[in-house]
């Protein structure tokens, strides 16, 4: 687009529309920019999967109809990038819906009650220590499901990247609610910290690993932190955990 250009010495309204319009033009140039590079990294990273999908099913018709052992690790490989990008698109999905910030449903609930709804179904399933402690009664205004979802978000990081107890806690801050989850796993070193709420962004290491992540879930959770009007903050030290700590405004309209 081609910039309004006005002399700098003018202080009319004029010049101050002529500003705002610039302002706005670069805001929106920005995110296009934006958008672009999430449609790129986002083909790039749907893409990898199904690369090593197709090269597989080709060993298993060239070698695999007569050789179990080859036919089983084809067949577990296809299964696994298979799972991993039906997750992926299930979660970019998501990350187009919650955009909607009209999609958002706000409602009088139990904090208390609402962790509670999200950490049971955990512990049954993964068999893990998932402690919680906080005080009862703890009333906001929220999207409950949105609220349990990023929850669980955090609740599934920490159980992925630690072996141990994942602790819970839940505060009253006065105009907020506090909530804290700490892992006792690997941490995050400190210069990949700025960058883990980037969607498709994970740590070198856990890339490498091949946990199956997508690198998604804390984009996600950034997203809806913002539609609930949530702050979150990550500390991390290497080799001692992370903690994460979720504030919920207890009115709507302190954010
Ligand atoms: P992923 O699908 O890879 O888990 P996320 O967006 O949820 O994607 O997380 C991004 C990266 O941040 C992860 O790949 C991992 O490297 C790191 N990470 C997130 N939570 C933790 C945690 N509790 N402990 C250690 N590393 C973590």
Redesign the pocket.
């Known amino acids: 687009y081609e910039k309004i250009q006005m002399s700098v010495d003018r202080k009319d309204e004029m010049a101050q529309m002529a500003l705002t319009f610039n302002e706005m033009m670069e805001q929106l140039e920005q995110n296009y920019k934006q958008q672009e590079q999430f449609v790129s990294n986002a083909s790039h990273e749907l893409k990898t999967p199904l690369t090593v999908i197709e090269s597989y099913a080709r060993l298993l018709t060239r070698r695999g109809f007569d050789n179990r052992d080859v036919a089983e690790e084809a067949v577990g490989a296809i299964l696994s990038e298979s799972v991993r990008m039906k997750s992926m698109i299930e979660q970019l999905l998501q990350l187009a819906k919650n955009d909607e910030l009209a999609t958002f449903q706000f409602e009088e609930t139990d904090l208390f009650d609402q962790i509670e709804k999200t950490v049971k179904p955990m512990r049954q399933a993964y068999a893990r220590q998932f402690d919680f402690e906080g005080i009862k009664d703890s009333i906001v205004t929220t999207d409950s499901e949105r609220f349990r979802q990023l929850l669980y978000?955090f609740l599934d990081?920490?159980r992925?990247?630690?072996d141990d107890l994942v602790k819970i806690t839940l505060q009253d801050e006065g105009d907020s609610y506090a909530i804290a989850i700490t892992?006792y796993?690997?941490?995050?070193p400190q210069e990949a910290l700025p960058h883990?709420f980037n969607r498709f962004?994970?740590?070198e290491e856990?890339r490498n690993r091949k946990t199956g992540?997508?690198?998604?879930?804390?984009?996600i959770a950034k997203q809806l932190a913002d539609g609930l009007g949530a702050g979150l903050k990550m500390e991390s030290i290497s080799g001692m955990g992370?903690t994460v700590r979720i504030t919920i405004p207890k009115r709507l309209d302190s954010h």
């Not at 796993?185 to 995050?188: F, M, S, V």
């Not at 992540?213 to 984009?219: C, E, I, K, Q």
């Open positions: 978000i990081n920490a992925k990247y630690s892992d796993g690997n941490g995050i883990v962004y994970r740590v856990d992540g997508t690198g998604l879930g804390l984009a992370t």
